[in-house]
C-alpha cells in the first residue's frame, strides 16, 4: 500500500539507498502520443543512463519519474512510478514531496544568478520550510559543494553571486544545490551538453563519486560519457511517426559489447542517431 512521503525524511540521515521503478509509463502532450508502455527498474547506487536519439521521449520519461511532466498543462500520463516501493502518484502522495526525494539537474545551469554562492545551495531548506542552524548550514554548503567536486575552486568566495562562476561550476553548483535537500534520486538531463571537455570530465567525476550515497538517472547523447559513467543503460527509439519506447535495457557493457537488438547496436556503434 502506498504512503505519503514525509517532509521529516527530506534530511533523513539514512544512508539507505532507493531504488526506483517505472512501469508501463505512456505519456501524451494533448493528443500526441510521445511514450509508449515504458517500464524499467533503475537499481539503488547505481547509474542508470537513458540513451537514444533525439525526439524518442528520454527527457518525457525522466520527467515522469519525479512529476514534472505535470508542469505542462495539455500533459497527461498513465502508469505508476515506485520509490522505494511507493507509488509517488498515489493520490495522497504530495508533488512537493515526492520532488523532495527525487531532485534533478537540467540541461541548462540555472543557479539563482543573484543570490551567492552560499546561497543557492541553502536555496531548498527554505523552499521547503526545512529549519537548520547558521552552523548546520555552514556545514551543509561545504558537505555539498565538496560532494559537487567545486567546494576547493569557490570557498573563498562564498558569497559571492552563483552567476559569476563558469558554466562548469555553475552546473555544479546545481548539483549542490539538489544535494543539499537529500534526494533519494537525482535525476540529471543532459548534464554535460552545453560544457567543454574540463567542465564535462569533472562533472561525470562527481557523478561516480556521488553514486555512492544517492541513485542517479542520466540522459545522455554522448555513447562515450555512457559507458564512463553508467552500470546499466536503456536504450529509447521512436520510428515510422510510432511513439517513443525502450527497446532493450541492461548491463552497459552488455548494452554496448552484446545487445540482443540489432537496432541498440547500430546506435551505439554510430550507425545512425
Not at 521503478?21 to 505519456?27: H, M, P, V, Y
Not at 515506485?82 to 534533478?104: F, K, N, S
Request: charge should be negative.
Amino acid at each position: 500500500m502506498s504512503r505519503t512521503l514525509e517532509a521529516e525524511q527530506v534530511l533523513d540521515p539514512s544512508d539507505r539507498l532507493y531504488a526506483i521503478e517505472a512501469l508501463d509509463i505512456s505519456c501524451w502532450f494533448g493528443d500526441h502520443y510521445v511514450l509508449d508502455r515504458c517500464s524499467l527498474y533503475m537499481s539503488a547506487g547505481e547509474v542508470t543512463a537513458l540513451i537514444g536519439p533525439s525526439g524518442c521521449g528520454k527527457s518525457t520519461f525522466l520527467r515522469t519519474l519525479n512529476r514534472m511532466h505535470e508542469l505542462v498543462s495539455i500533459a497527461k500520463l498513465s502508469g505508476a512510478v515506485y520509490l522505494d516501493g511507493q507509488d509517488i502518484y498515489a493520490p495522497e502522495v504530495r508533488i512537493t514531496d515526492a520532488r523532495r526525494q527525487i531532485g534533478m539537474v537540467f540541461q541548462k545551469p540555472n543557479p539563482f544568478p543573484a543570490m551567492s554562492i552560499y546561497d543557492n545551495v541553502v536555496a531548498g531548506l527554505k523552499l521547503n520550510g526545512v529549519h537548520v542552524s547558521h552552523r548546520e548550514k555552514d556545514d551543509l554548503v561545504e558537505d555539498c559543494l565538496t560532494k559537487a567536486g567545486l567546494w576547493k575552486e569557490v570557498k573563498d568566495r562564498l558569497r559571492n553571486p552563483g552567476g559569476g562562476l563558469s558554466g562548469g561550476q555553475q552546473q555544479r553548483l546545481c548539483i549542490a544545490r539538489s544535494l543539499a535537500i537529500r534526494p533519494k534520486v537525482l535525476l540529471m538531463d543532459e548534464p554535460c551538453s552545453a560544457l567543454d571537455p574540463t567542465s564535462t570530465r569533472r562533472i561525470e567525476e562527481t557523478i561516480t563519486e556521488l553514486r555512492s550515497e544517492v541513485t542517479i538517472v542520466i540522459v545522455t547523447h554522448n555513447m562515450q560519457q555512457a559507458q564512463r559513467v553508467s552500470q546499466k543503460c536503456a536504450f529509447f527509439l521512436a520510428e515510422h511517426g510510432q511513439p517513443g519506447h525502450i527497446v532493450e535495457h541492461g548491463p552497459t557493457d552488455v548494452m554496448f559489447d552484446r545487445p540482443q537488438d540489432p537496432r541498440t547496436s547500430d546506435y551505439v556503434h554510430g550507425r545512425f542517431g
